[in-house]
């Protein structure tokens, strides 16, 4: 029987190409820092990353395990929205991040009535193609397996939908057929003139 990665592990291979240390990177929703930590081993130490939680559980569990890899240069953390990032990545930065990875939905292991909101997400993912270089790219775990997360993930997928095709590629993949499996979405925003 042919088993499918998780689609995490599909993210991470995905984004693989793009990040080759000496790179601005983005956790837009840092949940216990797992895809924080690839990230971090993928920037090296000449690269940047920004990661940003409303919750301190988040960013306290995350930062904890930076630590324990020693890996905490050049990496700030944020307990605040994602919808906030492009008031806080530096001005320099904008239009240099090369990858951006949101992972949405409600912290694992504690309270699954704090989840992401359509509003901000949305707000942070309109902020999230104007920090892009060309190319970076931009994924996004969804799951509208939970209260709110159908919304979401139909919200988001009209989101791509409306992206300009001659700048954005916009890729779903869904390793299970059922509604309610989560969703992953890679937009890689093109080397093209003028996006």
């Known amino acids: 029987m042919n088993v499918q990665p998780s689609l995490t ?3 991470h291979a995905i984004i693989s190409d793009y990040v080759n240390g000496n790179v ?12 924080t930590l690839f990230l971090a ?5 000449q690269g940047s990353l920004f990661g940003f939680d409303t919750q301190q559980k988040a960013v306290d569990s995350t930062r904890c395990r930076l630590e324990n890899e020693e890996l905490t240069d050049n ?5 605040l929205s994602h919808d906030q990032m492009a008031t806080c990545i530096p001005e320099h930065f904008h239009g240099k991040v090369k990858v951006i990875m949101f992972n949405l939905g409600y912290l694992p292991g504690s309270d699954k009535s704090i989840i992401t909101q359509v509003d901000t997400t949305l707000s942070a993912l309109q902020q999230s193609i104007t920090l892009l270089a060309s190319p970076g790219i931009l994924t996004i775990m969804a799951y509208p397996g939970h209260a709110g997360g159908d ?3 139909q919200q988001i997928t009209r989101w ?3 992206l300009n095709a001659e700048c954005f590629d916009c890729q779903m993949i869904i390793n299970a057929e059922k509604e309610t ?14 996006c």
């Open 151 to 153: 919304i979401e993930t």
């Open 9 to 11: 592990t599909q993210a």
């Open 75 to 79: 990496i700030i953390l944020y307990t």
């Open 24 to 35: 601005i990177a983005i956790d837009a929703t840092l949940g216990n820092g797992h895809d």
């Open 181 to 194: 499996a989560p969703r992953l979405f890679v937009i890689k925003k093109l080397a093209a003139f003028d």
């Open 41 to 45: 081993k993928k920037i090296g130490t």
């Open 160 to 162: 791509c939908q409306q």
